[in-house]
């Protein structure tokens, strides 16, 4: 069984920044890919952001050039470093490590973007 938590949500004004943390119970060198997805109110969950075990990255087009994703396999922690937030970046943002086949869920971590 795999945990992992999520921190470093909060409020920030339109263009400020923050940087999401997601710290995992097991090595992150083993894993398939760690990913950040969003869920905004009343809206499905959609994806953010990936890195795989060798490294690559893919974005949604939506935070693409504005957010970085990032890892520190001794530290078992994958970042979510987030600037130029806009107010339709207020989500709930949920870190999920996918282990072969199993993907698994932090309890997420709010960000709110708003003037």
């Known amino acids: 069984q795999v945990q992992v938590v999520e921190s470093g949500g909060g409020s920030v004004q339109p263009g400020g920044s923050l940087r999401l943390s997601c710290a995992a119970s097991?090595?992150?060198?083993?894993?398939?890919?760690m990913r950040w997805y969003r869920q905004a109110p009343g809206k499905q969950r959609e994806f953010v952001a990936v890195i795989t075990g060798g490294d690559s990255t893919k974005y949604a087009d939506s935070v693409k050039g504005r957010f970085t994703i990032s890892r520190d396999n001794a530290k078992n922690t994958v970042y979510l470093q987030m600037n130029s937030l806009k107010p339709e970046d207020t989500a709930v943002y949920y870190c999920?490590?996918?282990?072969?086949?199993?993907?698994?869920w932090g309890q997420g971590t709010q960000v709110t973007v708003s003037s």
């Open positions: 097991l090595s992150i060198s083993s894993f398939y890919a």
């Open positions: 999920n490590a996918l282990v072969r086949t199993t993907g698994y």
